[in-house]
């Protein structure tokens, strides 16, 4: 995935973003986005992630973001989200996910879709714990 920041190559571009999403507070994620539409693997998740969810990032690579719902999810926000997806629209919205040890979350999260032409080929979502918002 090129990083197109005009004046740097593409490897000083993806050498920013890593940096700037490994420091970054909020969860990110970044999966492909799978021919027929929707998220396959994960390829990418930051120290945030791991923090929220308790998962390493070698146990989710490859994976894809399903592992994180459970019986609590709210499916109508999870067809929101292909439906928007689907349409290359961002996606805003919350449910319930679930951590390693199967403790429930609030997660607040966007998910932007990322375009090489037309095509979608990646989704970032920036996701965040809103458990304990009042």
Request: glycine fraction near 10%; aromatic fraction near 8%.
């Amino acid at each position: 995935m090129a990083i197109d920041i005009p004046g740097l190559s593409d490897e000083q571009g993806h050498q920013i973003f890593k940096t700037a999403a490994d420091w970054a507070f909020n969860a990110i994620t970044i999966t492909e986005a799978l021919p027929a539409g929707g998220a396959g693997p994960i390829v990418y998740v930051n120290e945030a992630f791991t923090e929220m969810t308790g998962y390493a990032p070698e146990e989710v690579l490859g994976r894809t973001p399903g592992m994180l719902q459970g019986p609590n999810t709210e499916r109508e926000v999870l067809q929101r989200l292909a439906d928007q997806i689907e349409r290359g629209e961002v996606f805003h919205g919350e449910t319930i996910n679930y951590r390693k040890d199967g403790n429930e979350f609030i997660l607040e999260w966007i998910v932007i879709p990322v375009k090489k032409g037309e095509t979608v080929t990646h989704y970032v979502a920036v996701q965040h714990d809103v458990t304990g918002r009042l």
